[in-house]
């Protein structure tokens, strides 16, 4: 758990949730949109599913609006994976993104959890309690394997 003195005070509206049944997934694709977070526009449908399917989600509203998510997969026995970290760009550098981080892997009961940065963002997932892993690997989409990318 993210301790209060680490949250900016002044978002004494903001909720964090695990519930996605009031999620407007128009909502939501445009907050990737906006954050950014990939260069293509993620198909609403497509982002429900996929945050359905995960074994832990948190959801962050100021005054009803939606301003930051995270997703996490997990066997539930062993490893767990973090996705789809997001938060707008007027509500970035506040305590949210770490406090999404915090809540989600208090809901991962396994001890082995990992995921991949946006080339730039390793910084915020150190401050987080991550470190680099000098084994990972990985089979990427033709976009992440370009040479540009970034991923590799
Ligand atoms: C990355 C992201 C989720 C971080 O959320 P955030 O709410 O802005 O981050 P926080 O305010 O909780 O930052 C927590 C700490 O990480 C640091 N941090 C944040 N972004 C950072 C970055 N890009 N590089 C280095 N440090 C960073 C903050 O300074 C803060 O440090 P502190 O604890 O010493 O004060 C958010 O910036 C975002 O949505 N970015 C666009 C989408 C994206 O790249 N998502 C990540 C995909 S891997």
Known sequence: MIANSEFDMSLSNIIFSSCLQ????????????????????????KLQRAFEASY????????????????????????????????????????????????????????NIILYSVPGREGFYIKCGFRKMRTAMARLNPFMSGQDSGYL
């Open 56 to 111: 832990a989600v948190i959801v962050v509203r100021d005054s009803g609006k939606l301003v930051g998510m995270g997703r996490a997969l997990c066997d539930g026995e062993y490893q767990a994976a973090i996705y789809d970290m997001a938060v707008l760009p007027e509500y970035q550098g506040k305590g949210i993104g770490k406090n999404i981080i915090g809540r989600l892997c208090e809901k991962l009961p396994v001890e």
């Open 22 to 45: 009031a999620v407007d997934w128009e909502e939501a694709s445009l907050l990737f949109e906006r954050a950014p977070l990939g260069k293509q526009k993620r198909d609403p449908e």
